[in-house]
């Protein structure tokens, strides 16, 4: 009768093993480890700490093997997990200093407590061994879309069972004013899966970008066979979206393929977005192209990029400058998002106005420069000289021929010219001095008097200042708030408005450098150099296996 009852136990061993295996989705291996964990666990406080017990359950037969294994010494220093060579002999005589001996204990009789304890180290290994069951099956869906069942919301936050996992929609991931219930079907996309310890977080959103991008590749075949595809995507969301798309088959119309027959695949993305509304835009490398698209829909009458600082100044019409802006902006900070480009947004009115100064106020300058009247003054700026430096260096010629003016004319007005560029030149060069500035600063490449006059001005008065600058503290840089309807924040450099680039202001700051012995000339042309003699290696490598 007893035999009866140690196989029924041991049968229902197994079978808990399998249904827990089954139900949590993880290997029963796994559970019969965390059950020889918890009988050892037990057996530890019932024969001591101290002693090295293990447990070995067949899987087979449910059988549970309980053995106390000590070590072969000369000397014993501790009799729970040492056992002198003597001893060992006489339970086996081949038994030397440095080996185990197991020795077998009778079955263990599990109390309340021992029980309650080993119900506890199981339940714990089981919910490790599931965590990292659903890390591994998460962690490479970044990037999916995925479906799931409202579980709960806490403080806004939204709790999403996927099946055999948990996901969150964080308050700023979903779209606003969506009001979403328990038992609510959801979809979203994974862009986050990382292990915490409280078991692994599957971060889904509703309210990126990305999330539109594959709402469009599920509903739009030509996305999802690679034919046409999505340049980029800029939402406000629950409110309106731009969508940037670009067909790599000339017979097939991008915009088409997305709107759908009568919009059906537009609208099933709306739908899905609560009602988001969707602009299906063609991208175009022509940036001027593209901004004129992005800002659909609103006409433009013209544009004029400035490439250096990533700007672009947009005309339109009077009556569609509330179209071209946008509810609270809206319209013209999609477009930008979308293009990656900083818009301004004039009126013809205000154009006009501003051309309108531009030319007064160079009509001023060459006036008082080259003392001329208002006239010939007009009549240069009309020819399209902005500057005096143009007028002192163009080919004389160009001045020449300009209608009524001959060649003394120009010959007089080009030497007037340049005397007030030398006389510049020199008040600026006292005013360097006056602040400091260095004689070898001039030696930088690229580097003016006007500009030594400016950084002086703000403490740089040596190579070893110049050299010791960042590229924008020189041109400065742009702040773009977190804040959607922030203002990104423009912080001058020390050399705004000389029309330097980057590239020009590095290079700059690289020749002080090198100037002032920090870095050698040669190492700036060796990363390259190292990178062709690896390669060269790499050759003679793959031709002497050949």
Known sequence: MAMAGISANRLELLQIADAVAREKTIDKKIVIEAMEDAIQKAAKSRYGAENDIRCEIDPKTGEAKLTRVLAVVDEVENDATQINV?????????????????????????????????????????????????????????????????????????????GRAEGIIRRDEMIPRENVRLGDRIRAYIYEVRREQRGPQIFLTRARPEFMSMLFRAEVPEIYDGVVEIKSVARDPGSRAKIAVISKDSSIDPVGACVGMRGARVQAVVNELQGEKVDIIQWNPDAASFIVNALAPAEVTKVVLDEDSNRIEVVVPEAQLSLAIGRRGQNVRLASQLTGWDIDILTEQEESERRQKEFSERTQLLMDSLDVDEVIAQLLVTEGFATIEEVAFVDIAEIAHIEGFDENTAEQIQSRAREYLEQQEAERDAKRRELGVADD?????????????????????????????????????????????????????????????????????????????????????????AEGEAEAADAEGVSAEG
Request: proline share 4%.
């Open 86 to 162: 003597e001893d060992a002999k006489k339970r086996n005589p081949d038994a030397k200093a440095g080996d185990m001996i197991a020795e077998t204990l009778p079955p263990l009789e599990f109390g309340r407590v021992a029980a309650q304890n080993a119900k506890q180290v199981i339940v714990q290994k089981v919910r490790e061994a599931e965590r990292d069951r659903q890390f591994s099956e998460y962690k490479d869906r970044t990037g999916d879309v995925i479906n799931g069942t409202v579980k709960r919301v806490e403080y806004g936050n939204v709790i999403v069972d996927l």
């Open 441 to 529: 600063m001039a030696e930088i490449p690229g580097i003016t008097t006007a500009m030594m006059v400016a950084l002086g001005e703000n403490g740089v008065k040596t190579v070893e200042d110049f050299a010791d600058c960042a590229t924008d503290e020189l041109i400065g840089w742009t702040e773009r708030k977190k804040e959607k309807d922030s203002e990104p924040v423009r912080h001058k450099g020390y050399l705004d408005g000389f029309e330097l680039s980057r590239a020009d202001v590095e290079n700059m700051i690289m020749s002080a450098r090198v100037h002032a012995g920090w870095i050698k000339a040669e190492d700036l042309e060796q990363p390259d150099q």
